[in-house]
């Protein structure tokens, strides 16, 4: 797994474990920053050094066979070189990439140079990207809904599992969530889930990282797609407070697979 340090491990690599061992696997965790924030909003992020992020995934990988790989928050264009250089060396393996560019609260954690540098480098060697709407319309800003932003995404390599989020502005919430799968050349799959109340920090951490243990553990991408949810939505609904009106995913509870 690679991805921030989070102080409250409501999301990151905190998040990541929890999910990941919950789901029966283990990981093994490479940072790539350090996030100042509180229960809120990130108020700064701190970049890890590439070549230690490197030196670290290298060391970890050469004792410990690697099934998988998760991918969260990038914090600098260096960190992204470090992951390729690690992915060159681990072809083939299930990479499942969640595009952590904004905080929930909505502060930019990424400029649009690294935003541009991962969709053209990283995305088309995933297996499947996980953003939710508005990191969507990051990542394909040039087009005008999310349809057409995702299936330009899988023009270009990975399958894209759109996940429920805010309504955007001008929207209203309705009763449910939907999260679509865009596949090339295949008619989307879309799930319904009823729309629990309040906000939640960490629960696209949760998702992306129950989906890689699926994946490693040899599931099919659909069905990946659907334990992951059923986990997710299940850890949201036994949620505890965090503070400032957030809530965490109580993942433990959670591990059956649905």
Same mark, same amino acid.
């Given at each position: 797994?690679?991805?921030?340090?989070?102080? #409250?491990?409501?999301?990151?690599?905190?998040?990541?474990?929890?999910?990941?061992?919950?789901?029966?696997?283990?990981?093994?965790?490479?940072?790539?920053?350090?996030?100042?924030?509180?229960?809120?909003?990130?108020?700064?992020?701190?970049?890890?050094?590439?070549?230690?992020?490197?030196?670290?995934?290298?060391?970890? #990988?050469?004792?410990?066979?690697?099934?998988?790989?998760k991918?969260? *928050?990038?914090?600098?264009?260096? +960190?992204l070189?470090?992951?390729?250089?690690?992915?060159? !060396?681990?072809?083939g @393996?299930?990479?499942?990439?969640?595009?952590?560019f904004?905080?929930?609260g909505?502060?930019?954690l #990424?400029?649009?140079?690294?935003?541009?540098?991962? %969709?053209?480098?990283? !995305?088309?060697?995933? +297996?499947?990207?996980?953003?939710?709407r508005?990191?969507?319309?990051? !990542?394909?800003?040039?087009?005008?809904?999310?349809?057409s932003?995702?299936?330009? @995404?899988?023009?270009?390599?990975?399958?894209?599992?759109?996940?429920?989020?805010?309504?955007?502005?001008?929207?209203?919430?309705?009763?449910?969530i939907?999260?679509?799968l865009? $596949?090339?050349? #295949?008619?989307? *799959? $879309?799930w319904?889930?009823?729309?629990?109340?309040?906000?939640?920090h960490?629960?696209?951490c949760? @998702?992306?990282?129950?989906?890689?243990?699926?994946?490693?553990?040899?599931?099919? @991408?659909?069905?990946?797609?659907?334990?992951?949810?059923?986990? +997710?939505?299940?850890?949201?609904?036994?949620?505890?407070?965090?503070? %400032?009106?957030?809530?965490?995913?109580?993942?433990?509870?959670?591990?059956?697979a649905?």
């Amino acid at each position: 797994m690679f991805a921030g340090l989070d102080p #409250s491990n409501g999301a990151g690599l905190g998040a990541d474990l929890e999910a990941i061992r919950a789901g029966g696997g283990w990981a093994l965790s490479v940072p790539t920053a350090l996030t100042v924030q509180d229960t809120h909003d990130v108020a700064r992020v701190v970049p890890v050094d590439p070549g230690y992020l490197l030196e670290a995934a290298l060391r970890i #990988s050469a004792d410990v066979p690697v099934a998988a790989v998760k991918v969260g *928050l990038l914090s600098s264009l260096g +960190t992204l070189e470090a992951l390729l250089s690690f992915l060159d !060396l681990h072809p083939g @393996l299930p990479l499942v990439v969640d595009p952590v560019f904004k905080a929930g609260g909505g502060s930019e954690l #990424s400029g649009q140079a690294l935003v541009a540098a991962c %969709r053209r480098r990283l !995305l088309p060697r995933a +297996t499947i990207t996980t953003p939710n709407r508005c990191e969507l319309a990051r !990542l394909a800003a040039e087009y005008d809904d999310d349809a057409s932003r995702a299936m330009a @995404l899988c023009t270009e390599g990975p399958a894209v599992l759109v996940t429920g989020t805010d309504p955007l502005p001008g929207e209203t919430a309705g009763d449910t969530i939907e999260h679509v799968l865009h $596949r090339a050349g #295949s008619s989307p *799959l $879309r799930w319904q889930w009823p729309r629990l109340p309040g906000r939640y920090h960490g629960s696209g951490c949760t @998702l992306a990282s129950r989906l890689a243990v699926a994946l490693a553990a040899g599931e099919s @991408l659909e069905r990946a797609c659907e334990i992951a949810q059923r986990f +997710t939505w299940d850890a949201l609904a036994a949620s505890h407070a965090l503070g %400032r009106g957030q809530r965490l995913p109580e993942r433990w509870p959670a591990r059956r697979a649905p």
